[in-house]
């Protein structure tokens, strides 16, 4: 019911941007929080940013914060990453996320979260 599909993902140098889109479609999102994940081969799927879709609260996880931007656009159904001054350990897929949130809540643990895109590739080279 839910879909979520994610886009704009590829290769950039170490200190370069790149801004990921969600395209979410199925329900209306008032009530949701999403999320960014991402996932290194070998490793473990790992938080990356949260808000809640009415924009009042965001989660970093302290490896991006003040350089990744988490935000939406309501009438597009679409929320963003922008991804600024990348780090080749930034390399991963990058996932998106949703849950149906009470509270606005920005939770960290992906077990919290209902629905997931397909992912895309980023990656940062040296």
């Known amino acids: 019911q839910v879909q979520l599909v994610e886009s704009g993902g590829g290769l950039v140098q170490a200190g370069g941007s790149l801004r990921l889109s969600c395209a979410a479609s199925?329900?209306?999102?008032?009530?949701?929080?999403m999320g960014w994940f991402r996932q290194a081969p070998g490793k473990e799927r790992e938080f990356v940013a949260a808000?809640?879709?009415?924009?009042?609260?965001?989660n970093y996880a302290d490896s991006v914060k003040g350089r990744f931007t988490i935000s939406n656009d309501n009438a597009k159904n679409t929320v963003y990453l922008q991804m600024n001054k990348l780090k080749p350990e930034d390399t991963a897929v990058y996932y998106c996320a949703a849950v149906q949130m009470l509270g606005w809540r920005t939770p960290i643990a992906e077990t919290s979260y209902d629905y997931w895109g397909q992912g895309t590739q980023v990656t940062v080279s040296s």
């Open positions: 199925g329900r209306t999102f008032s009530s949701y929080t």
């Open positions: 808000i809640t879709w009415s924009a009042f609260r965001t």
